[in-house]
């Protein structure tokens, strides 16, 4: 980790904690206030270029600040808004300047049709994190014939046209869907960035930030073994629980090691493609079984809603399936191997062959 980061994280963390989180889950939204500092910081875009108004640091930095809001509990859109949103706008040559914006991909789902001087938008999007809270919503679909990666729609969510459902995830957030009938489109390009790009850029991003989620319940979990006592000694000097708090953190290490691992290789278009995948599944896989034994070990009050526990446990429950499920991008390490060739060990060891150039098209996690 470079000094720079580690400024980033601590002064992250900083002001997280003076603005504070509250832990009760589900949240009735996200945190609002929070958001505002982050973003008034510069921190909700550290990752954007600076010619589209952002710091202008690499991935790795931004998914810092991610990680760390993330680990305290914090409800903001990072990933949606300055990872995917307000990048993929200026891939396509546009500067968003707005408060929040989310992203959702159209793909089949939606069309843009043009009436006289305007576009529109029609179709349904699905699973749109923050929904709600955004007021502008950028849409990633398919190349317009002849063009090479995707076609991006940038639509103001306080027009008209845009229907959003009242869903929520377990963390309490808006997870909804969209439905256009007619929606003003305030932008329409090209972007070099193709669909399968920028899955991966997604999945990576909710893999850190389970990893980070899953940090914190083990911490919240050693920490309350360690205090509660039980036949007058600490719950930790119990053999069984020992050994869950050692499967915990055996596989919280892991999650960290993978998403470390795509992190470090993630510009390399071949191997980061292969290590995304990979931390997408350890991080989903092991979800479940981190949220688990958090609850095994705190009993019947982890399971309260003013508990800080559940914050983490219903995001790494929420979070797993995010930009692809753990079947999903297991299928596609497969398909690395089977269909293009890929070596085995190169899959293990985060190497390339010379022959590892085959093309993988594009796959929907829906």
């Known amino acids: 980790m470079s000094e720079f980061t580690t400024e980033l994280t601590e002064t992250t963390a900083a002001i997280i904690e003076r603005v504070g989180v509250d832990p ?18 510069g921190f909700a875009t550290v990752g954007v270029p600076e010619a589209a108004g952002g710091g202008g640091a690499a991935l790795g930095d931004a998914l810092a600040v991610v990680t760390t809001a993330a680990r305290h509990g914090a409800l ?6 300055g990872i995917l949103a307000v990048w993929l706008a200026a891939t396509a040559g546009h500067v968003l300047t707005t ?30 994190p923050y929904a709600a809270d955004a007021d502008t919503l950028v849409v990633i679909l398919p190349p317009e014939p002849g063009a090479d990666g995707s076609s991006i729609a940038v639509v103001t969510m306080s027009g008209s046209g845009a229907e959003i459902s009242a869903e929520t995830d377990l963390t309490g957030v808006s997870y909804a869907d969209i439905v256009f009938r007619d929606a003003p489109v305030a932008f329409h390009g090209s972007s070099p960035v193709s669909l399968t790009e920028f899955l991966h850029r997604g999945a990576l991003a909710y893999a850190a930030a389970t990893a980070a989620a899953a940090a914190a319940v083990q911490d919240h979990t050693v920490r309350y073994a360690s205090e509660r006592t039980q036949f007058g000694r600490p719950l930790a000097k119990f053999q069984a629980v020992q050994q869950q708090l050692a499967q915990l953190a055996a596989r919280t290490t892991m999650m960290e090691i993978a998403v470390d691992s795509a992190i470090a290789t993630h510009a390399d278009p071949e191997i980061g493609r292969l290590t995304t995948a990979a931390a997408k599944v350890v991080t989903a896989m092991s979800a479940h079984s981190v949220a688990a034994a958090g609850h095994q070990i705190h009993g019947a009050i982890g399971t309260t809603s003013e508990h800080s526990l559940g914050r983490f446990t219903t995001a790494l429950w929420s979070w797993r399936d995010r930009f692809g499920s753990e079947q999903f991008w297991a299928e596609d390490l497969a398909s690395r191997i089977l269909d293009d060739g890929i070596d085995v060990w190169d899959v293990v060891t985060g190497t390339r062959s010379e022959h590892d150039t085959a093309p993988t098209t594009h796959r929907s996690p829906a």
């Open 76 to 81: 903001v859109p990072l990933v949606e808004h």
């Open 99 to 128: 408060e929040i914006a989310t992203v959702a991909g159209g793909e089949a789902h939606c069309s843009i049709r043009r009436h006289g001087d305007t576009l529109l938008l029609d179709g349904t999007v699905t699973g749109v």
């Open 24 to 41: 009760e889950t589900p949240a009735e939204g996200m945190s609002g206030a929070l958001w505002t500092h982050l973003a008034d910081g």
